[in-house]
């Protein structure tokens, strides 16, 4: 299959500025929590769970971007079989969407909202609707996840 780079270009450009905007929302997090909590913290919406969402996100980001830019090297010089690996696994629905968000607190940073809406922008690229799941997670009154244990 032949890929198209320009959409490939615009979707990494889209990737890659949304994983600034999630990595400049860890630090803020960090910065402001002094870090991860070494003890740890498992209620919902805690610091430490709003800033592991936060790393969750962009770890995914991440790799989807590595794959998106791997498609399009590969689809450069011509190495289809390579390509057509790299964009399955470019549209693999990624487990941290919506789970990621569900567990920071809310409202979630500014940042991290934008950064969900380019994703949510991106509904088109991926194979499965990453629309509704996102639509979901900036909808969510609070955190939900990890439950509350009785």
């Known amino acids: 299959m032949i890929h198209d780079l320009n959409e490939l270009g615009r979707t990494g450009r889209v990737l890659n500025e949304a994983l600034a905007l999630l990595e400049s929302e860890r630090k803020r997090l960090e910065q402001q929590h002094g870090g991860p909590s070494p003890s740890g913290d498992g209620t919902a919406g805690s610091p430490m769970q709003t ?16 794959w ?9 010089l011509g190495l289809g079989e390579r390509a057509d690996h790299a964009m399955e696994m470019a549209c693999l629905k990624p487990v941290d969407i919506p ?14 909202v934008r950064a969900l809406e380019m ?15 996102i639509d979901a997670a900036l909808a969510a009154p609070h955190a939900t996840f990890p439950p509350p244990r009785d």
């Open 51 to 66: 800033l592991y969402g936060t790393v969750l996100l962009a770890a995914s980001t991440r790799k989807h971007l590595k």
């Open 68 to 76: 998106v830019a791997l498609a399009a090297g590969y689809t450069s």
């Open 99 to 112: 789970s990621a968000a569900n567990r920071m607190a809310r409202p979630l940073g500014e940042a991290t």
């Open 119 to 133: 994703l949510r922008d991106l509904n088109d690229f991926f194979g499965w609707d990453i629309k509704l799941a």
